[in-house]
Nanobody, 115 residues
Framework: QVQLVESGGGLVQAGGSLRLSCVASESIARFNAMGWFRQAPGKQREVVANIFSNGHTIYASSMRGRSTISRDNAKNMMYLDMNSLKPEDTAVYYC?????????WGQGTQVTVSS
């Protein structure tokens, strides 16, 4: 069973920056796609950004221009660099990986942006 573990969340003031990290228990080179999702209280989980095995990236409109997703296959790591954070970015952020055997989720890391 693949395990994904997120880190890097925390409390930040509006306008600040955070880097989220996700480490996988297995080689991420096997994943066709990886991504970051978030879920705010009382809301559905939504995609933040995806990165594919060919390096192609897609961003949600709410985060486009304010975030960068990247992956380091050698370290089995994926990152999300976020800047110009807003209070509405407050949510639990989840790492996701999609491979030939299915999809996997991390346990999430809390990001809280204060105004």
């Amino acid at each position: 069973q693949v395990q994904l573990v997120e880190s890097g969340g925390g409390l930040v003031q509006a306008g600040g920056s955070l880097r989220l990290s996700c480490v996988a228990s297995e080689s991420i080179a096997r994943f066709n796609a990886m991504g970051w999702f978030r879920q705010a209280p009382g809301k559905q989980r939504e995609v933040v950004a995806n990165i594919f095995s060919n390096g192609h990236t897609i961003y949600a409109s709410s985060m486009r221009g304010r975030s960068t997703i990247s992956r380091d296959n050698a370290k089995n790591m994926m990152y999300l660099d976020m800047n110009s954070l807003k209070p509405e970015d407050t949510a639990v952020y989840y790492c996701n990986a999609l491979g030939p055997m299915g999809g996997y989720w991390g346990q999430g890391t809390q990001v809280t942006v204060s105004s």
